[in-house]
């Protein structure tokens, strides 16, 4: 983790622009801490942001945990600090956003955190801002074959998921000749379809300006020069001078470099237990899973209970510890067995399960069954590995929209129900991604007679 310290304020107010994620648990911390605190987003109704926003400018907040939801008109005077937990996509965000702190104040810090996860976040956004070609070639295949599709039609035509499918769309609507138009609920494809050409010029130009962005920021962060002459000379400023208060121009920090080492251990197992809920799904995807007979919705007989997960992929809490397990040790660790068993018994769903069985895999047959036995053993109750895959599938990550996911998985487990209890029962994963492979298996067990059923994983994927 690097950071830039931007100029120098006693601890005062604080607001805070950070990833999705995080940004709940980070909340969280700070209440535990008895931190009077808020997390703030776009998806948040209009008067509960507007409470918000009024609690920060009357200081019945100490934090505002933020996206960048919280737009350019909000103006605090007196705000001590903008704390960064992830670099921005440019220096002009940057300097728009920092420049929230000091403005009626003498002092104020702005404060930029930068991991190694920002390049793979920044690079996945840039990668993604335009439609491919390929997506694009697919999608007029689809519509000029069939000649007029809905969105979880052309699911069904693609494998592509379901928010580039409508970013596609929309970009192909708003052509100064559009290939594609739509009518209610369907689309058509026009006769520009057929002569369509994307200007990949264009966005190879605007991916380079994007590039050359975020490789303007690795140098702000890296910087020996001032700060704010740096922002001013990338600004194109006509007159960039030092400021004389950045960490560079005293040559010193501004803040303490070093923490408490108890506090970062409370911090990491605070993050051991901010446990996921893994949602269940309501809906099967039509003529997806034909040979189970599963169509429309989910009856509840045949529907999962809502699930847990001990970590998210690749986290600081477990997931570290979850990655080595799978791809390197092929066996996952007492610790993470102990942990899961934790997990459990604070949550108690009810009817507490009397058995427990797992997700079979033909690549790693062993991994999981292993886990699932011994938390069942910790919990005291029976492990009956009652599913079996009995043909091999493409990984599930290769699938990008519901419709693929779950036709994918199509016949390729069956139940042996001689064993199958009628007791509530845990369901265990190592990884759930898009929870079609737990639906499906749920609403097996529960035809084969089992009672409720609880979605348990090591692991929640859902930043893919």
């Known amino acids: 983790m690097v950071a830039r310290i931007f100029t120098p304020t006693s601890w005062q107010w604080n607001y805070l622009y950070i990833d999705g994620q995080r940004r709940a648990e980070t909340n969280q911390f700070f209440k535990k801490k008895g931190i009077k605190s808020a997390a703030y987003d776009g998806q948040l109704d209009n008067e509960l942001r507007q409470k918000l926003e009024n609690d920060l400018l009357a200081n019945q907040l100490k934090v505002l945990v933020a996206t960048t939801a919280l737009g350019m008109g909000f103006d605090k005077p007196d705000l001590g600090f903008v704390i960064h937990y992830q670099r921005p996509g440019s220096v002009v965000h940057y300097y728009q956003q920092v420049g929230r702190a000091g403005r009626a104040v003498d002092e104020a810090y702005g404060i930029l955190l930068s991991g190694k996860e920002d390049e793979e976040i920044t690079n996945y956004f840039i990668k993604n801002a335009f439609p491919s070609s390929h997506n694009i070639q697919q999608i007029l295949e689809a519509l000029l074959t069939k000649n007029e599709l809905s ?4 699911e069904q035509s693609v494998n592509i998921g379901r928010g580039q499918i409508e970013k596609v769309l929309k970009f192909l609507s708003l052509e100064s000749s559009p290939p594609v138009v739509k009518r209610k609920s369907k689309w058509y494809a026009t006769p520009a379809a057929l002569r369509y050409q994307l200007n990949s010029h264009k966005i190879d130009e605007i991916t380079r300006i994007r590039e050359e962005e975020q490789a303007e920021m690795r140098d702000y962060m890296n910087s020996q020069e001032c700060l704010m002459q740096f922002l001013q000379c990338s600004l194109d400023d006509p007159n960039p001078a030092p400021c004389g208060k950045c960490a560079v121009c005293l040559n010193r920090p501004l803040l303490k470099t070093t923490c408490n080492q108890e506090l970062v251990k409370e911090a990491i197992e605070y993050l051991k237990r901010t446990y996921q809920t893994i949602e269940p799904r309501r809906q099967f995807p039509k003529n997806a899973l034909l040979e189970y007979n599963f169509n ?5 007989q045949l529907q999962a209970e809502a699930g847990r997960s001990l970590c998210c992929w690749g986290d600081p809490g ?3 510890q979850v990655q080595q397990g799978k791809y390197q040790n092929n066996h996952f660790d007492d610790k993470l067995v102990e942990a899961m068993v934790e997990m459990i018994n604070k949550w108690q769903p009810q009817p507490f399960p009397t058995w427990v ?3 079979p895999s033909l690549t790693r047959p062993h991994l999981v069954p292993n886990f ?18 009995i043909r091999e599938t493409p990984p599930q990550k290769k699938m990008s929209n519901s419709y693929q996911q779950a036709h994918n998985l199509d016949g390729a487990f069956r139940i ?10 845990f369901l265990i994963d190592d990884m759930v991604d898009s929870r079609w492979t737990v639906t499906i298996i749920t609403a097996l067990l529960r035809q084969s007679g089992s009672g409720r059923v609880f979605p348990v994983a090591l692991t929640l994927n859902s930043f893919r």
């Open 151 to 154: 969105v979880p039609e052309i």
């Open 296 to 300: 429309g919705k989910i009856s509840h």
């Open 318 to 320: 477990w997931g570290e």
């Open 357 to 359: 069985t797992c997700v």
């Open 372 to 389: 699932a036995e011994r938390v069942a053993v910790r919990l005291n109750l029976r492990f009956l590995p009652v599913v079996e895959k």
């Open 416 to 425: 042996n129900y001689q064993e199958v209890q009628p007791g509530s029962v």
